[in-house]
């Protein structure tokens, strides 16, 4: 806190553009009429449709391996994330050295010891957001294996069960926006780690991993490859 005084005023431009680029995207992709057209909300459709199929099958061992990947790619992020957080804090405990191994570097801006924690913090909260959102995706994951193990067994002559089969989408759907979210904290405690540099950095990288995310969500091949739908 006794760092707050020693912010510039390009300090401050950049932290509020740095949290309305996240704030205001997450808004935007997942709550917005705009978000319709997303990659969000697109998968989202065809994960119903695969719960539908899951109720249609007797054998869901195709069903249980695909939920296995899903857990599988979240349990590594959220295990890397692991060892991110940690790094970080010895970066913490190590500021006086920082300070003096970057003391002579060209671009500067890194400023006093208490500067250069609440600097290294914003990364770091970035992070420990990133790491909650993956291990509640994990735990979603994991509901959505009880659902599906508890899944009335498919018979070809009775009409699929629409109510579970919502039921089971929206597990999946709760699952995988938390795993988006935890992607896009990482991109953006990324943008973070640009502020070590200079307050400019951090605003440019804001707007850049913004733009990035923007054209993956809505302009990406992906997406067209899946509206595309059969």
């Known amino acids: 806190m006794h760092a707050l005084p020693h912010l510039s005023a390009v300090d401050w431009i950049s ?42 099958r007797e054998i869901r061992v195709a069903d249980s391996t695909l939920i296995g990947n899903l857990m599988t790619s979240v349990s590594f992020y959220a295990n890397t994330t692991i060892y991110i957080i940690a790094g970080l804090v010895a970066a913490l405990g190590a500021s006086d050295k920082l300070i003096s191994v970057t003391a002579e570097l060209p671009f500067g801006g890194i400023g006093n010891r ?41 018979q070809a002559d009775q009409p699929i069960n629409e109510k579970y089969a919502q039921r089971v989408a929206g597990a999946n759907n709760l ?12 991109y953006f405690g990324l943008a973070a780690s640009g502020w070590l540099l200079s307050p400019l950095v951090l605003g440019t990288l804001a707007l850049t991993v913004l733009i990035v995310l923007y054209r993956r969500d809505f302009r990406s091949p992906a997406l067209e490859l899946l509206r595309d739908k059969p």
Not at 138 to 151: D, E, H, K
């Open 15 to 56: 932290l509020v553009l740095f949290f309305a680029c996240w704030g205001g995207y997450a808004w935007f992709s997942e709550h917005s009429r705009w978000g319709d057209s997303g990659l969000v909300r697109t998968t989202q459709t065809y994960r119903l449709d695969w719960a539908r199929r899951m109720l249609e």
């Open 114 to 154: 208490e500067l250069l924690e609440i600097k290294l913090m914003l990364v770091l909260v970035s992070f420990v957001f990133a790491y909650f959102k993956f291990t509640w995706s994990l735990r979603q994951f994991n509901l959505l294996s009880i659902l599906v193990g508890a899944a009335p067994q498919g």
């Open 175 to 186: 699952a995988g926006d938390d795993f988006n979210r935890g992607i896009r904290a990482y």
